[in-house]
């Protein structure tokens, strides 16, 4: 596992995601001024959840709407079943580091 610089704090405006791109790509989110990691695709059906909506810190997946919870990736609303995994995330000088393998 190692600390992998993904953006700029200031990439993200507030309740909002972005797509990093990768083999498994993840997502950034930004709450005010908390920053969460998660994988970027939805565990329904595959659709980018750095498309869909931030609420408070909740995901809503733009496709069917299905809603996790940022800080655990835990399921709050159907369709999706299967949590969203998430990453240990730090900001340091102004970056946004993720700890991946
Ligand atoms: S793809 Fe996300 S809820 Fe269906």
């Known amino acids: 596992m190692?600390?992998?610089k993904v953006c700029r704090v200031?990439?993200?405006a507030d309740q909002s995601g972005l797509k990093i791109k990768g083999l498994n790509p993840i997502a950034i989110f930004r709450v005010?001024?908390?920053f969460f990691a998660t994988d970027d695709t939805?565990?329904?059906a595959k659709f980018s959840l750095s498309?869909?909506?931030v609420e408070g810190d909740e995901i809503v997946c733009a496709l069917h709407e299905a809603r996790f919870c940022?800080?655990?990736g835990r399921v709050l609303s159907l369709p999706?079943?299967?949590?969203l995994r998430t990453y240990p995330l730090k900001?340091?000088?102004g970056d946004v580091l993720v700890e991946m393998e």
């Open 2 to 4: 190692q600390w992998k």
């Open 10 to 12: 200031d990439d993200l």
């Open 32 to 34: 005010g001024e908390e």
């Open 42 to 44: 939805c565990t329904h």
């Open 51 to 53: 498309e869909g909506y």
């Open 70 to 72: 940022l800080r655990t």
């Open 80 to 83: 999706a079943t299967v949590p």
């Open 91 to 93: 900001v340091e000088a």
